[in-house]
């Protein structure tokens, strides 16, 4: 039941559960707080013991997979194929997934200068990435067929690639050019969209046209193109955003109530200088 590799992992899920709860309750932790994850009480030294439980919940989980799979024992694979012997196994194909993962962690250490979005973005291809080698490297080792271990890798991969690599790659499209649109002048902008929608309608037209093209080619062409996206925007994001003319509204003379105009001279109550000495009226007494 339990496979040299499963032994192993079990071990290690065995042995950071003890740390935890020897470190949760010689730092502080009371009651039932380690056991229940601080639910029932306190569990001390929460960063040491989060980092603890961690790594014994992801051991636990790959010694169940490791005795799922059998660690690819040979015998364990002919007894499920039903053969007196394992098939013969291709060997493993060209792979980009490393260039991703390099790609991803370039993204993190942008992220860590440049901007908070990139640093997620970065993170999360990452993970995705690790997934996917995974995969492949078992995929391709699962039988004999290479037709058979691509339509296995890809049924059980597409589900889940297809919706989140397209958000992705469409955060990382919008991020990067935003950032070029805002650094240069406003004709500089209608430029730059221009020419970014001229190279993508070229790709999308010399693909469509050449149906033959290998999964490779496309997948160098991608590649180069996010490189040189987030290179873009890289640039424009440390050259800083355009300084943008604030306009200010016109301002009016207002009129005083009533329509009346006010002489030059005129005081508030509407006499002028001369009229200030007390003049008589026009007609009067002596």
């Known amino acids: 039941m339990f496979t040299t590799g499963s032994k192993f992992f079990y071990a290690v899920a065995t042995a950071a559960f003890l740390a935890a709860f020897g470190l949760a309750w010689t730092t502080g932790g009371n009651g039932l707080g380690p056991l229940t994850a601080g639910y029932k009480g306190s569990v001390g030294d929460h960063l040491g013991y989060t980092i603890l439980m961690f790594t014994a919940v992801a051991a636990f989980f790959f010694g169940m997979v490791s005795s799922a799979f059998r660690d690819a024992d040979p015998e364990a694979e002919a007894e499920v194929a039903g053969t007196d012997a394992v098939p013969a196994v291709a060997p493993a194909g060209v792979s980009y997934w490393p260039a991703l993962a390099g790609f991803s962690v370039g993204l993190i250490v942008l992220g860590l200068v440049v901007s908070n979005v990139l ?42 690639e297809v919706p989140i690599l397209s958000v992705l790659a469409l955060g990382l499209v919008i991020v990067s050019v935003s950032r070029v649109l805002l650094a240069v002048s406003s004709l500089g902008a209608v430029a730059v969209a221009a020419v970014v929608a001229i190279l993508v309608l070229g790709a999308g037209a010399f693909v469509a046209q050449r149906p033959r093209v290998s999964s490779n080619t496309i997948a160098l062409l991608l590649f180069v193109g996010a490189v040189a996206l987030l290179a873009a925007g890289v640039v424009a994001a440390t050259a800083g955003e355009r300084s943008f003319e604030e306009h200010e ?38």
Do not use: K
């Open 249 to 286: 509204g016109e301002h009016s003379v207002e009129e005083p109530e009533g329509g009346a105009e006010t002489t030059p001279g005129a005081d508030e109550g509407g006499t002028t200088g001369d009229q200030e000495g007390g003049l008589a009226p026009l007609g009067g007494g002596d």
């Open 119 to 160: 640093f997620v973005v970065g993170i999360i291809l990452l993970g995705l990435v690790t997934l996917e080698w995974l995969v492949q490297a078992w995929a391709e080792r699962a039988t004999g067929d290479p037709a058979t271990n691509r339509a296995i890798r890809n049924r059980l991969m597409y589900p889940l």
